[in-house]
């Protein structure tokens, strides 16, 4: 059969989501949602949206967001570029930095999309392992001809861990590309790397509404970088890549800086629990800093206990990673739905 398609798109496999069920009779846990509704001024927002009609074009660099934006980060409105979630972030940075042939450094495990988009691109990927502690040695800094852009998760998925800021800015100093940290559970941390935004042009802090402002369904992302960055990354994004709706959706979220406490304060008071009851029952479960948390076990495989979960319609990953090991990542859910899923893998186990 004649194929129309580039090699590299051919060859490749593509990015697999979690398994998204279309019914309400799974308890949910294995795609990182936020359990709970988003802030009331959200809904508010699209409303008034909807009433003002959607017939002509929405801003195209998401003014309204930008400005509102800043004022909470404590930067200026042209330091953020805002996207369709935070993956499209990641694939403009990836289409604007990394050609054909080119380097795009990972740290591994981490998000299995960041491999992808540099297949996409005719790109190749240097996946460097992290230290059996999760934090990352000098090599991840090497300086070499052909590498353009690194990626690096803070927090982690799937372990939830984080690579201090301070050392975050020593190997962004080593670096000869741009370093983007992937903050996509940042508002679930005790740290965060805004800060290094201003003082090495060569970072760039990406962020998505999905988690933290319970959004996941709306699409919406930022990232922060200095205005050169921002200047560049902006012409190859699609020329409307966020709508109106979830313009004034993600503007309307990010002002409503108690809901966010609230909701942040409830999540990791559940990951608390959970990451302690994963441990009576035998998990080694790793220090999260996310809403999530990653177990393996010392005995006992882990995919039947997920296959099992998942026919008593229960909902985990189960994330395999050559080289490094399996285990589950279970999303800090409600109260119930946590009780609900240690309750069965405690029979099970």
């Known amino acids: 059969m004649m194929t129309y398609f580039r090699a590299n798109i051919e060859a490749m496999a593509g990015y697999v989501p979690g398994e998204q069920p279309q019914t309400d009779e799974f308890v949910k846990l294995n795609t990182n949602e936020n359990p709970y509704p988003a802030s009331t001024a959200v809904a508010r927002a699209v409303e008034e949206t909807l009433r003002r009609g959607l017939q002509k074009y929405p801003h195209p660099m998401a003014g309204p967001f930008r400005q509102r934006a800043a004022e909470v980060l404590g930067v200026e409105p042209d330091w953020i570029l805002a996207g369709n979630g935070s993956d499209d972030i990641l694939t403009i940075a990836t289409r604007a930095l990394v050609g054909q042939g080119q380097m795009l450094r990972l740290p591994y495990p981490s998000y299995v999309l960041y491999k992808t988009l540099a297949d996409i691109q005719g790109a190749a990927s240097e996946e460097v ?5 999760w934090s990352l040695a000098d090599r991840f800094a090497a300086a070499t001809d052909d590498v353009r852009l690194v990626f690096l998760p803070n927090p982690n998925s799937p372990s939830g861990t984080v690579v201090p800021p301070e050392r975050i800015l020593e190997l962004a100093d080593r670096l000869p590309c741009p370093l983007l940290v992937d ?53 190859v994004k699609d020329s409307y890549n966020c709508d109106a709706m979830s313009i004034a959706a993600a503007t309307a979220a990010i002002g409503d800086q108690a809901w966010l406490a609230e909701n942040r304060a409830r999540i990791v008071a559940t990951r608390a629990r959970l990451t302690e009851a994963m441990r009576t029952l035998g998990f080694t479960t790793v220090d999260s800093q996310a809403n999530f948390t990653w177990n393996t076990h010392p005995e006992l495989p882990v995919k039947p206990l997920y296959e099992q979960l998942k026919h008593e319609r229960i909902l985990v990953r189960y994330m395999d990673y050559p080289r490094w090991g399996d285990g589950l990542r279970i999303s800090v859910g409600t109260d119930e739905q946590i009780d609900a899923c240690l309750e069965r893998l405690g029979k099970i186990v």
Do not use: T
Request: aromatic letters at 10%.
């Open 129 to 133: 392992l992290f230290e059996p502690d």
């Open 183 to 235: 903050e996509a559970y940042a508002d679930f941390s005790d740290v965060n790397c805004l800060d290094l935004v201003a003082e090495n042009e060569k970072i760039m802090v990406s962020r998505s509404l999905s988690k933290s402002y319970a959004l996941a369904g709306l699409r919406f992302g930022f990232v922060v970088a200095q205005p050169s960055m921002i200047e560049q990354l902006a012409k």
